[in-house]
């Protein structure tokens, strides 16, 4: 069986229908918990679709896994994709399944990762939240456990993390189109 660390463990996130698959290969960057008032306000606006699943949970906070981009595979329906941004000229851009409402996953344009809805991913395959980020947007009167390290903005970690991916893809910045079973 493979451990958590190894690059052969897989990993399936999909829609609420199953219309959308996406495989997620090796160890995350990381899986947090963003409180952004980005995530926050997305995450309200997708919840309003009919049938559409919940991404922001109660204390303001939306779970995230944290994928290098060159270890995505869609195995089915990126057909059925529709790109949001807040704003047109943000640089992120999430992702929702047309099929069911599902939100599915938010890319940072330049960046060399994926940061797929946690929830997307099966509860047994699911990596447990390592911290929460940017925690200074969380609504008014929202306390949280200190069960895990709870950052005001991306901590040094988070960054470190994201730079040792990077270093390991060769500081590449790949496109989500350019990821293996991307419809275009």
Known sequence: MARADEPDIKRIASCRCGAVTLELSGKPIVAATCY?????EAGRGFEAAPGAPAVVGADGGTP?????????LWLSG???LEAHRLKPESPTRRFVARCCNAPIALEF???HW???YSDRIAAEERPAAEMRTIVGDRPAGVELP???PN?????GKFMWRLLKAWAAM???APPLEATKGFAQ
């Open 78 to 80: 990126s057909d059925e």
């Open 114 to 116: 994926l940061s797929v």
């Open 151 to 155: 950052y005001r903005t991306p901590s």
């Open 64 to 72: 995230y896994v944290l994928m290098r981009k060159d270890r995505l």
């Open 146 to 148: 200190g069960d895990i």
């Open 170 to 172: 060769g500081f590449r």
């Open 109 to 111: 344009t330049k960046g």
């Open 36 to 40: 952004c008032h980005s995530c926050q």
